[in-house]
């Protein structure tokens, strides 16, 4: 499985962003897919995933800001992010799970300037 992630950037406190988890490869049996982020100094934290079946999760700090959305057709993985704030400021990474197995795919860079 292979992770193309893009839509990063530079955005003022409160604007938005749409991140993108293109996969492709071996992707049949892709359990979930979903976006994690790494401040500097801080450990990597999930941030929202979505399963094969639909099910969608979210850490709390992003609740009601961030979407988390897939279209099938597409093999793609949207993060749809509103009312950023600094502290979303990270380096943002896609994930696929495949039997038990993790992908990563490279980083993006998100900046949210108070």
């Known amino acids: 499985v292979q992770l193309q992630a893009s839509g990063g950037g530079l955005v003022q406190a409160g604007g938005s962003l749409r991140l993108s988890c293109a996969a492709s490869?071996?992707?049949?049996?892709?359990?979930?897919m979903g976006w994690y982020r790494q401040a500097p100094g801080k450990e990597r934290e999930l941030v929202a995933v979505?399963?094969?079946?639909?099910?969608?999760n979210y850490v709390d700090s992003v609740k009601g800001r961030f979407t988390i959305s897939r279209d099938n057709a597409k093999n793609t993985v949207y993060l749809e992010m509103k009312s950023l704030k600094p502290e979303d400021t990270a380096v943002y990474y896609c994930?696929?799970?495949?039997?038990?197995?993790?992908?990563w795919g490279q980083g993006t860079q998100v900046t949210v300037s108070s």
């Open positions: 979505i399963t094969s079946g639909g099910s969608t």
């Open positions: 490869g071996s992707i049949f049996s892709i359990n979930a």
């Open positions: 994930n696929a799970i495949k039997r038990g197995i993790s992908y």
